[in-house]
């Protein structure tokens, strides 16, 4: 399922949602290639972490399309899980099972939903927490790692199910300062690698080193999007302007 350099891994149009009254999506286009890195950021309250549940359905949208990798998510013929298997999310909190070590925590969905067999999924667990840094911490429980490695944690789970791309909503918001760093450095190497990533984040420093597209968002609405440096540098919009001068 993975998808042809010629086929977006996500694009949307006209996505809307609303909340009762409250219109959080006000008729979206977005697209992220395959490869690409994309992070998205923008006031809270914007519409970011909804258009980021939406790719995978953990929200349903109003209205509007939502291709994942060529295939229409919205269509209710879809086989949703196996859409779901190819994203991995990383979301603020980290949702590890505190009664499981870290090491069974990346093999639990690997034999549940790839029905992989026990020495398979060890394998490749392990194998994603060497790439996190944290083979060492395998047979820990979560309450012993600190938020920093609890997120690294998130990711390697996220990797051990072989994702095409990899959705990550504010992973370095729930965490301390120094902490943030870790976490970073597991999302630019997973760049350098060539995962495709889209990227909810307040952290324009990595958004600026890494992203290869920067879409801000307000209101709902996407107001503008492009090279981060660029759009960084000389923002178009007064609502762009201000947003930049605030958080630089």
């Known amino acids: 399922m993975t998808a042809s350099a010629d086929v977006p891994a996500i694009e949307i149009q006209g996505l809307r949602k609303s909340y009762g009254s409250n219109e959080v999506l006000k008729g979206v286009d977005f697209r992220v290639g395959s490869g690409e890195v994309v992070c998205v950021v923008g006031p809270s309250g914007s519409g970011k972490s909804t258009l980021l549940r939406c790719v ?4 349903d949208a109003d209205d509007g399309q939502i291709l994942v990798e060529g295939i229409d998510i919205r269509d209710p013929e879809t086989d949703l899980d196996r859409v779901r298997a190819r994203i991995g999310m990383v979301f603020q909190q980290f949702n590890l099972f505190p009664h499981l070590t870290v090491l069974e925590n990346l093999m639990l969905a690997q034999r549940t939903v790839l029905r992989r067999g026990a020495a398979e999924a060890k394998k490749v ?3 994603n927490l060497e790439r996190v840094g944290l083979s060492v911490k395998a047979d820990q429980h979560p309450a012993k790692l600190s938020g ?10 996220a990797l051990s199910m072989n994702p095409d791309m990899m959705l990550f909503d504010e992973p370095t918001s729930a965490l301390d300062p120094e902490l943030v760093g870790d976490v970073l450095a597991v999302m630019k190497s997973l760049a350098a690698e060539g995962m495709t990533m889209m990227v909810v984040t307040h ?3 990595f ?6 597209k920067l879409v801000f968002m307000d209101g709902g609405v996407v107001v503008e999007e492009g090279i981060p440096s660029e759009v960084l540098a000389r923002p178009q919009s007064e609502r762009a302007r201000a947003f930049f001068a ?3």
């Open 148 to 157: 920093g490695q609890q997120q690294r944690v998130a990711i390697a789970r």
């Open 125 to 127: 667990a392990l194998e």
């Open 246 to 248: 605030r958080v630089h």
């Open 56 to 59: 995978n359905r953990l929200e």
């Open 207 to 212: 958004a600026r080193e890494v992203a290869d």
């Open 203 to 205: 952290e324009m420093g």
